[in-house]
Each structure stands twice: as structure tokens, then as C-alpha cells.
């Protein structure tokens, strides 16, 4: 018994390190279609897109037919006493009698339907349901185009520290093997002090940058793993490397590609906050008009002196009315005037904001496609710079270890080759960063 209890534990232990040791893996492009389904901000999107379609059925069903039923009881727990002449009753003229009329209990019941038949503010409120759910439709558009660049830069941030770290080795090792070397050749009076300590230092450098470049990239997973909509310590393997990203995000049909203002989000957007306003202006200048409305009521009555409401011999009077109601807004002060001018002030603002906006993006297009053909050159500057600090750093440590050249020159052309090393992550950086706000700016659909 014992054995099975420990083998049953043990299994489940296996199972639960096998679940948290699971890795979700993704390509770019996996990632963005998962982020558009479970990130944060599109999850509420997509609530705020219901919401406004219930909020368009709450204006229509205003409308419809209403109906209400009611049910009303009454006991008089002291009747109310009615004075009548003392003749009525066979008394002296002058005097008064008191008399209750009625039953003691009271129960009525009824049923109600109403009906819009004109309101000119329910016409444009339908209109202006409509235009809401618009806005919430489009601001998920926008917002599924927000978290595509979002999640292409979290996703280079995470290769590009994953690379980094990976350079940092390869430089440690390679220091580590010249202060190897360096100090062993202090022991045999071949080097002197100063080479040895100028090792150490750059090593102490490569270890501080290894430990920066560590909490760099547990920070660029998390801030990857929000932009997907995961627990921030949900672990990830992106299948996509750094070459694939710049093959991938090199596309210089971009930079010659026709800038498409009509379909652009932020000008469909604008345009429909411009609708909104006129929409208000319409909504102020209706309250001018009348409104009517009709009802229909049925109900029943019965009267009693004790709780006899639910017996089948009880008697119930039936009644109906039916009725219509017109309302003519006639002088309000001058105000529904204040508020139709305030509604055309806000038009006129959100004119002028259309105006602004086509301008912005025209410019916005043109400043992205100049800063990602920027971005493209700098990648084919930085990889080419790169290969000759490689170059020069290789034959520094030639002559170095041959004793033709000090360890300052080597030292020098190391440091340069670090610097170009860095250059060309960035720039690699700004490929993937520059390429994503290019797609944005044109509007590029998400594939």
C-alpha cells in the first residue's frame, strides 16, 4: 500500500513539473493572431462593441410597444368619514351626519401599453446608436493595429536580448582567455601589470553587461507576455529568428506604396466623431418639435370588507381607457437655442479636427516611410561596419599574441567591435520597430 501511495505522489508531482515546465511557442506571426484574440485591451474592445449593441436596442426598443401591469391594494385601517346634511338622512335641517363610503379593502388591477407614434429626438437617437456602435467597431480596429506593433516590438526586444546575451559569451570568452594568458605571461615577466589589469577591467565590463542584458530580457518576455495577454511569467520559445525578422521586415515596395487617406482608421474616425456632432446638433434642433404618444389601459376593480380578493365568488368591475397625448414645447427661456448653438460650436471643432487629421496623417505617412528607408540603410551600414570591427579586432589579437602591437590597441579595437555589435542590434531594432509604425501609418491590414 505504501509503494502505490508513493508512486501515485509521485506521478503527480512529474505531471505538475511537467505543466509548469511547458512552453508556449510562437512565430511572429502566431503571436500577433493571439494577442488580437487575448490580449487585454481587445478583450475590452470587444465588450465595449457589445455594449453598444445593446445600448442600440435600448434606443430602438424606446419606440416599441411598452407594457405594464400594476396591482394596487388598499385597507382602510381607520375609513375616512364623509359629512352629509342631517335632512338626507331624516334629521334637522341644519345639522350635519357622518357616513363612510366604500368597503374597508380595495383591490385593483390593470394593464397598460404605450406607444411612441412620433418624437423626432427617438429618429436621431436611432441614428445616433448606430454612429456609437461605428465608433466602438472602429476603436477595435485601432486597437487590434496598436497591439500588431506592440507585439512585433516586444517579440525583436526578446531575440534582440537573447542575442545579446549570447554575443556577451562569446566576448567573456574570448577576454577571458587573453587575461588567461596575460597573467600567466606576468608570472614569466613576458607581460606587463598594466595588460593584466586592463583585461580585468574589461571583463569586469562584459559581466555588468551580462547581468544588465539578464534582467533585460526576463523584462522584454514579460513585456511580451503582457502585449499577448498572458500571466507575465508564462514561458515562451519564439521560433522566429533575428535574420527571419529582418528578411521578413524588409520590404522596400513599402517605401513607393500610395498613401490611401479615405481608408485610413484614424481619418474613418475622425469622420465619424464629425457625424456624431451633427448628429447632436439634429438631436438639440428636434426638441423643437412636438411629440405624441398613445395608451391603452384595461383594468378591474373589487371591493370588500375582509381579504375575500382571491375567492371565485368575488366580484370584479372591469374598466379600459384609452387615451393620447400631445406635447408642444412652446418657450423654454431661450434654452434648447443655447443648446443647439453649442451643438453647432462642437461641429464646427470637429471640422476643424477632420481638416487636422488628414494633414497629420499625409505627414505622419511620409515621416514613416523616410524613417523606415532610414532604418534599412543604417541595418546595411551597421552589418558592414560590423564585419570590419570583426576584421580589425581579429588582426589585433594576431599581432597581439605575436607581440607586434600592445595591449591597448587591442584593447581599442575590441572596444569598437563591441560598439558595432551594439549598433547593429539596434539597428536591427529599428528595422522591425520603423517597419511596424510604417504599417500603421498606411494602414496596412493585419494578414
Known amino acids: ?255 513607393s506604396q500610395k498613401f490611401d487617406l479615405d481608408n485610413h482608421i484614424d481619418f474613418r474616425m475622425a469622420e465619424n466623431d464629425r457625424e456624431s456632432k451633427r448628429l447632436l446638433m439634429k438631436l438639440e434642433k428636434s426638441k423643437y418639435l412636438p411629440t405624441l404618444s398613445a395608451f391603452i389601459n384595461y383594468g378591474t376593480t373589487a371591493n370588500s370588507n375582509s381579504f375575500t380578493f382571491v375567492d371565485g365568488d368575488q366580484r370584479w368591475f372591469g374598466s379600459s381607457l384609452l387615451g393620447v397625448t400631445l406635447n408642444v414645447p412652446i418657450f423654454s427661456s431661450f434654452g434648447r437655442r443655447a443648446k443647439v448653438k453649442q451643438a453647432k460650436i462642437a461641429l464646427e471643432s470637429a471640422d476643424i479636427r477632420l481638416a487636422e487629421t488628414k494633414q497629420r496623417l499625409n505627414l505622419q505617412a511620409e515621416q514613416a516611410q523616410s524613417n523606415y528607408e532610414l532604418s534599412i540603410e543604417n541595418y546595411e551600414t551597421a552589418k558592414k561596419n560590423l564585419e570590419l570591427a570583426s576584421r580589425i579586432e581579429r588582426k589585433q589579437k594576431i599581432k597581439f599574441d605575436e607581440g607586434v602591437t600592445t595591449s591597448i590597441d587591442l584593447l581599442s579595437a575590441r572596444n569598437q567591435l563591441y560598439s558595432q555589435q551594439n549598433n547593429y542590434l539596434q539597428s536591427i531594432l529599428n528595422i522591425i520597430s520603423n517597419k511596424a509604425k510604417l504599417d500603421n501609418a498606411l494602414n496596412t491590414p493585419i494578414k
Request: aromatic content about 8%; proline content about 2%; charged content about 25%.
Open 1 to 255: 500500500m505504501r509503494r502505490i501511495i508513493y508512486a501515485v505522489c509521485i506521478f503527480f508531482f512529474a505531471m505538475s513539473l511537467n505543466a509548469q515546465e511547458k512552453e508556449m511557442s510562437l512565430s511572429m506571426r502566431e503571436a500577433i493572431q493571439f494577442a488580437i484574440k487575448n490580449s487585454y485591451n481587445n478583450k475590452v474592445a470587444l465588450n465595449d462593441i457589445e455594449a453598444a449593441k445593446n445600448r442600440k436596442w435600448e434606443t430602438t426598443t424606446i419606440g416599441l410597444p411598452q407594457i405594464s401591469g400594476k396591482v394596487d391594494y388598499k385597507n382602510w385601517l381607520k375609513q375616512q368619514v364623509s359629512i352629509l346634511p342631517g335632512e338626507i338622512a331624516g334629521g334637522t335641517p341644519g345639522t350635519f351626519v357622518p357616513v363612510t363610503f366604500g368597503t374597508q379593502q380595495t383591490m385593483d388591477a390593470s394593464v397598460t401599453l404605450n406607444q411612441l407614434l412620433f418624437d423626432g429626438s427617438y429618429l436621431v437617437g436611432l441614428q445616433s446608436a448606430k454612429t456609437y456602435l461605428k465608433i466602438s467597431e472602429q476603436a477595435k480596429e485601432k486597437t487590434e493595429l496598436a497591439t500588431r506593433e506592440a507585439v512585433i516590438n516586444a517579440y525583436g526586444n526578446v531575440l534582440v536580448a537573447e542575442e545579446r546575451i549570447e554575443i556577451l559569451k562569446e566576448n567573456k570568452k574570448t577576454v577571458d582567455r587573453q587575461l588567461k594568458g596575460a597573467v600567466e605571461g606576468f608570472k614569466e615577466g613576458l607581460t606587463e601589470e598594466e595588460t593584466v589589469e586592463q583585461f580585468k577591467i574589461t571583463q569586469g565590463n562584459i559581466i555588468s553587461q551580462q547581468r544588465n542584458a539578464d534582467r533585460n530580457r526576463e523584462i522584454a518576455y514579460q513585456m511580451l507576455n503582457l502585449s499577448l495577454g498572458n500571466p507575465i511569467n508564462t514561458k515562451l520559445k519564439l521560433t522566429d529568428s533575428l535574420d527571419d525578422l529582418v528578411v521578413n521586415n524588409s520590404d522596400l515596395n513599402l517605401l
